[in-house]
């Protein structure tokens, strides 16, 4: 066996000093629905409803509180946060609504850009001309 090498100058680590509560900056992040609404196969309230009643904070539903803030402009829904919160989780929590509604298969969630979504129709016709 060999004996362990230690340097001549080694010191041990300095621990380093622990740092405050991080903070979150407030993120505003929107759900377009105009398209579905306007025909009238989507209803915007119950998905209202449905963001309120699944989103987890802590690990918990029904936990939102101050930290997160769900209200309705038009046929947009807009969530603002005060904690971690990922623009992923919205669109995990729109396609599963959808599925319940049943209307998966026939509207998909875009990004329109960093901090916003959109529904759309699936674009059947180009598939039926190929």
Do not use: M
């Amino acid at each position: 066996e060999k004996p362990k090498v230690v340097a001549k100058d080694a010191k041990p680590k300095a621990k380093t000093a622990k740092k405050g509560p991080k903070t979150v900056k407030t993120n505003k992040f929107t759900i377009d629905c105009t398209e579905p609404v306007d025909d009238d196969i989507f209803d915007i309230a119950s998905f209202e409803k449905f963001l309120h009643d699944r989103i987890k904070v802590n690990g918990r539903t029904g936990n939102i509180g101050e930290a997160v803030s769900i209200t309705r402009e038009g046929n947009s829904i807009i969530v603002t946060n005060k904690i971690a919160f990922s623009k992923r989780y919205l669109k995990y929590l729109t396609k599963k609504f959808l599925k319940k509604q049943s209307l998966r298969d026939y509207i998909r969630v875009i990004a329109r850009n960093p901090k916003s979504y959109y529904l759309r129709y699936f674009n059947f016709h180009e598939q039926e001309a190929d």
